[in-house]
């Protein structure tokens, strides 16, 4: 397996540092080849801004979806970004990993969305009128292919509980397992959480540690999250709501877009 | 009232710039001041960095919340980041106005988050302890003050409905109105949301427009969303679960969070 590890933190001797290495070791044990993204060693640049698209003129009014649209038609998006799409190409399971900062991923890392995901390659993909709404939410560019977070929080894991007060951790993670990860393709394993990082000890690394070996161990057999397809009939379109009879009618929330009937779990 | 207005948008010549000039004048006719963060223009920082903290020597190794705690409390934070907090402090309203990218903010203004949230100004205020968790979600630095967001997306109100594709609205803004604005004590408004913005023309534009002068006339009188303060009565310590009498124990989500037997709506 080919596995890209775009990596979020800005100390390699952090624990997620520790654990990157870790992540990594087991996956090239397993006969994996592994690639880093590792965006602070490379600086990479956050802002979607007019320079990422030099070809706009001066006077042109800047608008970030039709210039991501115009640059990848014409090949002129800038190298960093292309760089990345090489190699999420190139790989079969892609891995973001990042400490949880105000509830969800570093700025950097978001930047690493926002400038990556192109319109054409991310999203833009496929037909789109009023009876299919594009290639998207289990469809598109990255299909096939497998994607997972590793994540690390300084609270404690029944502060992100069910009934936790920070609100649950896969609701948290939803708009990046779902709206990022889920929408150009990818199927989107269970995410790795390691809780209350800061207070660590040699023991409750080795434990981590050992947790997320399992994970890279299983990482191509681990069932992904049955998130339903755009395009697979649960929604009518152009609405894009789930279809009434589908779910409780009362029902609410992210949980209603994971279809548990067909979980293997 | 003060208002501060932080804008993340990389065009001013955008919708969000014109809404962002409708507001200021719609808050400036009320008798309103007005101090704007146009992130963009004033080129923000958006990593998290050792740069932040210049007094850690280049052997140290760099733990961003205890440098962040570190150069708080010997008054060492890099200018652009103090600024923003007298800022803050001097006004009794906080907008956060950016476009939807991927489900959430754009990297820039994740960065002003995570730059300017510094351990001892948005977190880690107060007693810590098995019994005291923090003044936090409810209570901190910035209680009494009032925080909303303005938000513009390209897909379609249905989509961001109870049981659209993309989640509801609100429970993809949680994060930030709950994890961001009332972590430090703000009161948090319902946010404004203009839907499908790309396709917009005059006639939609004056709609919105109107709506958003409305909510700008309405800044103080508008009730809050009535989240649960943390320290109120609510969740267990240390814990922080939800009290097991409120709210049905199969519930879940983040709408727990929400006391709507004490909403005014």
């Known amino acids: ?35 880093v993204s590792d965006l602070y060693a490379e600086k990479w640049k956050s802002e979607v801004d007019r320079s990422d698209f030099p070809s706009i003129s001066a006077d042109t009014q800047f608008k970030p979806s039709r210039a991501s ?48 995901y192109a319109y054409g390659f991310a999203y833009g993909v496929g037909e789109h009128n009023d009876t299919y709404w594009g290639d998207r939410f289990g469809e598109g560019t990255l299909k096939g292919k497998r994607a997972m977070l590793i994540v690390t929080t ?18 948290l993670l939803f708009p990046i397992n779902h709206g990022i990860l889920y929408y150009p393709g990818y199927d989107v394993l269970p995410p790795f959480v390691a809780y209350r990082v800061d207070r660590i000890d040699q023991a409750g690394f080795a434990d981590v540690a050992e947790r997320l070996r399992e994970r890279m161990r299983t990482l191509a057999t681990t069932p992904p999250i049955p998130y339903r397809q755009q395009n697979g009939g649960d929604y009518l379109i152009p609405s894009l709501q789930l279809r009434p009879d589908l779910v409780n009618p009362g029902d609410r929330g992210f949980a209603l877009h994971v279809n548990r009937q067909g979980a293997a779990e």
Do not use: C
């Open 1 to 35: 397996m080919k596995v890209l590890l775009v990596f979020a933190h800005p100390e390699p001797r952090s624990l997620n540092g520790a654990l990157r290495d870790v992540a990594i070791r087991e996956l090239e044990a397993q006969g994996h080849e592994v690639r």
């Open 69 to 116: 649209k115009a640059a990848f038609t014409t090949d002129t998006l800038t190298q960093d970004v292309t760089a990345e799409h090489e190699k999420l190409l190139w790989a079969d399971t892609l891995i973001l990993q990042f400490p949880l900062w105000w509830y969800t991923m570093p700025a950097i890392l978001k930047g690493w969305v926002d400038r990556v």
């Open 154 to 171: 300084g609270g404690w894991q029944e502060h992100y509980s069910a009934r936790g007060v920070n609100g649950p951790i896969e609701d």
